[in-house]
């Protein structure tokens, strides 16, 4: 049994050697990939703001015909979609940097 423990012991203190290999830098080239990603970002962004604004415009023109109390639900999914954007681009963010 000891053996065991000594032998998972090392294994253990190997793989954290292994992965000790010194500061992370980006590759060659990946500079453009980072660039196109802010951009992204940004696109993203003006995305949703305008998909915001189209839906209160539209919420606006059906309340004035007497409706629209049926596209309140698109109002959650809209937000979610931008909740979810908002993420990937943070957690990929995170990544790249």
Known sequence: MNNITNLVARGINLAIEGLNDGPAKMPPGFQAVSQIFGWGKWVAFVVCI???????????????????????????????????????FGLVGAFIS
């Open 50 to 88: 305008g998909c915001l604004i189209g839906f209160f415009a539209h919420l606006a023109t059906e309340r004035q015909n007497g409706g629209g109390s049926g596209s309140i639900g698109w109002l959650g999914k809209i937000l979610l979609a931008i909740i979810g954007i908002s993420a990937t």
